[in-house]
């Protein structure tokens, strides 16, 4: 089967730096993406990555090891807007895009 | 410039009625994607477009669920004879289709779908 696996719940508070890890395991792959979306709201595009090594876009960053079936995304100094749900989703083989079941990330004062 | 939009935001049905759901793809944007999410869950991929084809339903549930996008723009998601279990936001998603299988998606606001 297809699965991606990521933790449910992430605690962090204002300023600080979390990492929220992706492993998958999918039949056929192109890349990870990682989506954010506050509830009620619509999953927005944070990354992509296709390749191996670090991708930066502002305060945050995106990680991916193919070879480890592996990847995470790094939230830089955070605020409290960046509570909200963070997906990982694989481009798989195919059109077929697999999300995760999400992490819900909590900032704290 | 206008992103994705779909209507109604809010469906409510009984069980066994037919529903259709409407999604307005950003201008130009050839390829255009449907999943479903249930609460507390990931999207889950149904379907995805590349112009007026389907190139890949393989995530469409069983047959009572069918979409179209007749020229290569608006697309509808219809739901025949609807059960207690589709209930779900059904999102809608378009990308530029130029970068192939690279591309952003970009997500509409969804609709909600409850059946009774």
């Known amino acids: 089967g297809q699965s991606l696996e990521q933790p449910s719940e992430v605690t962090a508070v204002e300023g600080a730096i979390v990492q929220i890890n992706c492993t998958y395991q999918t039949s056929g792959f192109y890349g990870l993406s990682w989506y954010q979306q506050h509830d009620g709201g619509a999953p927005t595009f944070l990354s992509y990555?296709?390749?191996?090594g670090l991708e930066e876009t502002g305060r945050f960053s995106s990680f991916l090891s193919r070879s480890d079936s592996y990847g995470y995304l790094l939230l830089q100094e955070l605020q409290m807007k960046d509570s909200a749900s963070y997906f990982c989703?694989?481009?798989?083989?195919?059109?077929?895009?697999?999300f995760g079941a999400g992490t819900r990330l909590f900032v704290k004062a | 410039g206008a992103g994705v939009s779909q209507t109604p935001s809010n469906k409510v049905t009984e069980k066994g009625k037919y529903v259709e759901l409407r999604c307005d793809p950003i201008s130009g944007h050839t390829a255009l994607y449907w999943y479903r999410q249930s609460l507390g869950q990931g999207p889950e991929f149904l379907i995805y477009?590349?112009?007026?084809?389907?190139?890949?339903d393989s995530g469409l549930p069983n047959d009572r669920f069918f979409a179209v996008r007749p020229e290569g723009s608006v697309s509808t998601l219809k739901i025949q004879r609807t059960e207690r279990g589709d209930s779900a936001v059904y999102l809608c998603?378009?990308?530029?289709?130029?970068?192939?299988?690279?591309?952003?998606?970009?997500f509409g606001p969804g609709t909600r779908l409850t059946v009774l």
């Open positions: 989703a694989v481009l798989t083989g195919g059109f077929k895009t697999i």
């Open positions: 998603a378009s990308s530029p289709g130029t970068s192939g299988r690279t591309d952003t998606q970009y």
């Open positions: 477009f590349q112009g007026t084809g389907a190139a890949d």
């Open positions: 990555n296709a390749l191996d």
